[in-house]
């Protein structure tokens, strides 16, 4: 099976621009996560998805951080205007429930890259 | 919200043994994980705990604390490819899953 698939893997664009992540997570899978990662401020949970249905985006930065997931198999992070300051990476992650058997440990996606000029 | 503390670095020898801490504070307590993160790549899954004692996968084992809000991993007979960063994750009653700030160690030869 495969895991988690982001893309694009790295991205170099310019403040102002937007920028758009994309996220397939395992099938099957409940939850989903997106992560940003940073040297300084290491790994936040950005929002978290139950069956497509947002859950908690307090750790959204700002008004130009959007996520949605439109479907099972498909999520999306928007940033729009895009600021050198968000340049990091960005994982996706995806689990099972509790309910559903297991530990419901998170499963990671190789994460995008984003440099913001 | 949750905190959750653990020390930025350990350096040890291989062959050895080294003790990652982790404290924390959440509302609502729903497991403990532990993941390993080598340079440049995603997070991988170690350890879990959800009640308390020592969990033994291998050279690496994960002991918890409910009541003390304690956790800690053991990683037995270092090797070279067990430099990375260790992540202590705490996941509260909405399934939310913060992570800690991570815990380099360097295996030295």
């Known amino acids: 099976d495969a895991g988690v698939i982001q893309s694009p893997r790295h991205e170099v664009t310019e403040m102002g621009q937007e920028v758009t992540l994309r996220c397939k997570p395992i099938?099957?899978?409940?939850?989903l996560f997106w992560y940003r990662q940073t040297m300084m401020r290491g790994l936040e949970l950005l929002i978290y998805?139950?069956?497509?249905?947002?859950?908690?985006d307090s750790g959204m930065p700002e008004d130009r951080f959007s996520a949605k997931m439109p479907n099972a198999s498909f999520s999306t992070l928007k940033i729009q205007p895009s600021e050198p300051r968000d340049s990091a990476v960005y994982f996706c992650?995806?689990?099972?429930?509790?309910?559903?058997?297991?530990?419901?440990?998170?499963?990671f996606g190789e994460g995008s890259r984003l440099t913001v000029l | 919200g949750q905190n959750i503390d653990q020390p930025t670095e350990m350096t040890a020898t291989e062959g050895a043994i080294v003790q990652i801490n982790c404290t924390y504070q959440?509302?609502?307590?729903?497991?403990l994980f532990w993941y390993q993160q080598h340079a440049g790549e995603a997070p991988t899954f170690l350890s879990y705990?959800?009640?308390?004692g020592l969990e033994e996968k291998g050279r690496f084992s994960s002991f918890l604390s409910r009541s003390k809000g304690y956790s800690y991993l053991l990683l037995k007979e270092l090797q070279m490819k067990d430099s990375a960063s260790y992540l202590c994750?705490?996941?509260?009653?909405?399934?939310?899953?913060?992570f800690g700030a991570g815990t380099t160690v360097t295996v030295r030869a």
């Open positions: 998805f139950n069956n497509n249905v947002p859950i908690d």
């Open positions: 994750a705490v996941r509260d009653r909405d399934y939310k899953l913060s």
């Open positions: 992650a995806s689990s099972l429930s509790l309910g559903q058997g297991g530990t419901g440990e998170l499963f």
């Open positions: 705990n959800v009640l308390d």
């Open positions: 099938s099957g899978h409940d939850y």
């Open positions: 959440t509302s609502g307590f729903n497991g």
